[in-house]
């Protein structure tokens, strides 16, 4: 409730909240042993109470099929009400999504038919045609998965049609509890793991947080499936306490230490060991050395960081006692490693590996720069088909089968991994999977389509997004890491044409459209072939013309990307005009 008190001398506005404006959600936590529900109880002796027993009529078949009776469990809220179900693998989401959907009513395809129909008809457009089947058979009746397996703009519909209730079952992996905002009324977790990692409390809390959202829903609930042998271990998960917060520092020193300490020296807000020290005493890490420094003290650890820095040729300067003021400075290194927000363990060897491609770089095709791209930190998930890679090896020309060799990893050793043989010459696995993944990176800038290269390699789609997705980010970071070494300038015009190819990732003549807010790819194809093929076309079009010409187009949408359109065409002028006014300016100093 909003009051105004008005004086002569001032007006303040006063935010009065009460009990009817405050939606109090009920949130309870269950566990199921076998057909037995129990309330958790924090006051009863065991941690949980008697609640009831499943009321549902199970025949054989479906016992067997069921034995968690999670079909009971869903539809005593389905569809009337939203319902979560949290599994431990990826392969459990799907798994679960479609054997729920064996046992559901016929009566269930009706609830909103026309709007899932429709979310089907868009999976296929993101798909290009493709449809993963498993959800062409799960969404009739209104029940989907939702994992790292999809792509972004796959996980974002299935997103929007369950907030709209178009969906009410989702089965779903520990990852979006953590990142979507889906509330629901009854959350079921699975089984108490994540992956084969027992649940921490944390995560348990953070899943069944889902259930019962305020100001979306009154009320909500948890049921957690357990399993007899694992009874004890869930009475000490619900009535343990959440675990300490812990700065991740030092585990993560390359990432987390050594880069903080080579930023803080690049941008000047510490100079000298002293200055360094006084900084972390007032991190996380400062407030916690106590707790989690016992073989070294905060001041050791910061002066063995530094030197590490030194070593490396990221930092200049003389390390003494922590209240040394000798004064530390970036090398022209350890400047392009924070400018180009790269990982301090992997920078000299990216510098190494950008010196040798100034000696041959291939520029046949965009696979020796894709090489350059692919992130070091993809690599260790990367395990390698070795007939899918040799059979992508022999599909190269002989140019590119020439990056392979300089990069380290010959024809000889695809093709004994291939065939099985034993393998006496030591090659760097690093190189190997960097290279497999390039490969892939390779044949989505060639057919631009996520489904057809999943296959391809046997990947899953959100896998192969999201190495798309990760390598554009770093080839932007090496582009700002050359752009500071005067040596690589032969690298920035090539790196910003790559990382254009790789965010977009369609072909070159659709990159303008797909510059504009909200056009996608298939919307891009579309405007393509329309005749709308650059900005200028686009920024000049009729909105309503623009309705009539392109398919599925709403009104709103025409005159959003009209507008994007002029607004994008209006800053690449001005900048033009920048640039000229900048060559026509009289010199100050003219003789």
């Known amino acids: ?24 959600v009920e949130l309870k936590e269950y566990i199921k042993i076998r057909d037995t529900i129990y309330e958790v109880d924090s006051k009863a002796e065991n941690g949980f109470t008697f609640s009831r027993l499943l009321n549902f009529k199970y025949s054989s078949s479906l016992e067997k099929a069921d034995p968690d009776h999670i079909v009971a469990l869903v539809t005593e809220v389905i569809p009337k009400y939203s319902c979560l179900i949290f599994c431990p693998t990826k392969k459990n989401c799907e798994n679960v999504a479609t054997m729920v959907c064996k046992y559901l009513n016929k009566e269930f395809r009706a609830h909103r038919e026309k709007e899932k129909q429709d979310l089907i008809k868009n999976l296929k457009d993101i798909g ?26 796959e996980r974002k519909s299935i997103e929007e049609a369950y907030s709209r209730g178009v969906l009410c079952l989702l089965a779903c992996t520990a990852t979006l509890a953590a ?14 793991y994540v992956a084969s990692e027992f649940l921490k409390k944390n995560q348990y809390k953070q899943m069944i947080g889902r259930a019962g959202r305020a100001g979306i829903d009154n009320a909500g609930e948890s049921i957690l499936v357990v399993q007899e042998k694992d009874k004890h271990l869930v009475r000490d998960l619900i009535t343990s306490p959440l675990e300490n917060c812990y700065s991740n520092l030092l585990p993560e020193i390359t990432k987390g230490m050594q880069y903080l300490l080579l930023s803080l020296v690049g941008l000047k807000i510490a100079v000298t060991q002293e200055e360094v020290y006084s900084f972390m005493c007032h991190t996380l890490l400062g407030v916690q050395q106590q707790l989690l420094l016992k ?18 040729g990221l930092l200049k300067g003389k390390i003494m006692d922590q209240n040394s003021k000798s004064t530390l400075t970036v090398t022209l290194l350890g400047k392009a490693t924070y400018k180009g927000s790269i990982d301090v363990s992997y920078c000299n060897l990216l510098y190494k590996e950008l010196r040798k491609g100034l000696e041959g770089l291939v520029l046949e095709s965009s696979l020796h720069l894709l090489y350059l791209a692919t992130p070091y930190d993809m690599v260790s998930n990367c395990s390698p088909d070795w007939m899918i890679y040799l059979r992508q090896f022999n599909q190269l020309s002989s140019a590119e089968q020439k990056v392979a060799d300089m990069v380290g990893v010959p024809e000889s050793f695809i093709a004994k991994k291939a065939s099985g043989q034993a393998i006496r010459k030591n090659v760097d696995s690093t190189a190997v999977n960097r290279l497999y993944l390039s490969f892939v990176l390779y044949a989505l800038l060639k057919e631009t389509n996520v489904w057809s290269v999943s296959e391809k390699f046997n990947m899953s789609r959100g896998y192969v997004q999201n190495l798309l997705t990760s390598a554009a980010s770093f ?7 050359c752009e500071e070494l005067e ?41 393509y072939n329309a005749g709308y093929k650059t900005l200028a076309h686009l920024a000049n079009a009729n909105p309503e013309t623009l309705v009539k010409t392109i398919e599925h187009l709403s009104r709103r949408q025409a005159k959003q990307m009209v507008s994007s359109a002029k607004m994008l065409l209006s800053e690449k002028a001005e900048a033009l005009q920048e640039e000229v006014e900048e060559l026509l300016k009289v010199p100050t100093d003219i003789p």
């Open 179 to 192: 990142g979507v905002n889906l509330p629901a009324r009854r959350v079921i977790l699975r089984a108490p």
């Open 128 to 153: 290009n045609g493709s449809i993963c089947p498993v959800l062409r058979q799960t969404i009739p009746f209104g029940v989907a998965y939702h994992h790292s397996g999809l792509t972004n703009d």
């Open 475 to 481: 080839a932007s970071c090496i582009l700002h890491f």
């Open 295 to 312: 073989e070294k003290s905060l001041s050791e650890i910061v002066r063995d960081e530094l030197e590490n820095l030194i070593e490396k």
């Open 487 to 527: 040596e690589f300038w032969v690298y920035k015009a090539l790196l910003t044409e790559l990382t254009k190819r790789l965010t977009y990732c369609v072909k070159t003549e659709l990159i303008p459209l797909m510059e504009v807010a909200g056009v996608l790819e298939a919307r891009a194809k579309q405007l």
């Open 1 to 24: 409730m909003l009051e105004t008190c008005k004086s002569s001398c001032k007006q303040s506005t006063i935010l009065k909240i009460s009990d009817r404006y405050v939606h109090k």
